[in-house]
């Protein structure tokens, strides 16, 4: 399974947006530059994310978009699953051979367990001296 630009983007807003909570709505615009993004292409990613309850718009000259559910609530698993579809490192799983078909499993067990148990609000605050923290990321 490979993470497109869909999920790695669409987790660069919703990152932008935790770092915001209480600070107001940021427009896409900001995001695209603060990141050197295509504004265009972040466009096509927010349409799905608040169709799940994710994030909200407010309209008006200081709009933009503001997380509709607190980051403790919102995991990396949920983002990736929005954008990208299914959690699965390999198309036909039940078609494989028992040993084979178990690896499968265990592989998409332990990415869907860090995706799952990763929150928003950890990655908004991760810091670079975060070193020894739990989230190490060996798949």
Do not use: C
Not at 5 to 34: F, H
Not at 111 to 119: A, G, Q
């Amino acid at each position: 399974m490979k993470i497109s630009t869909k999920g790695r983007y669409g987790l660069t807003i919703m990152i932008a947006l935790a770092k915001r909570i209480g600070d107001g709505p940021i427009s896409l615009k900001t995001i695209a530059q603060n990141h050197d993004l295509s504004e265009h292409y972040l466009e096509q990613l927010v349409p799905p994310l608040r169709n799940a309850g994710l994030v909200k718009s407010i309209r008006g000259a200081y709009g933009g978009y503001i997380l509709a559910k607190p980051a403790t609530e919102i995991t990396a698993g949920d983002i990736i699953r929005i954008l990208e579809g299914p959690i699965t490192p390999v198309e036909g799983i039940e078609d494989e051979e028992p040993a084979k078909q178990a690896l499968w499993i265990r592989i998409r067990d332990a990415v869907k367990n860090v995706l799952d148990t990763t929150t928003l609000d950890d990655l908004s605050t991760y810091k670079e001296t975060d070193k020894n923290d739990p989230y190490m990321f060996y798949i």
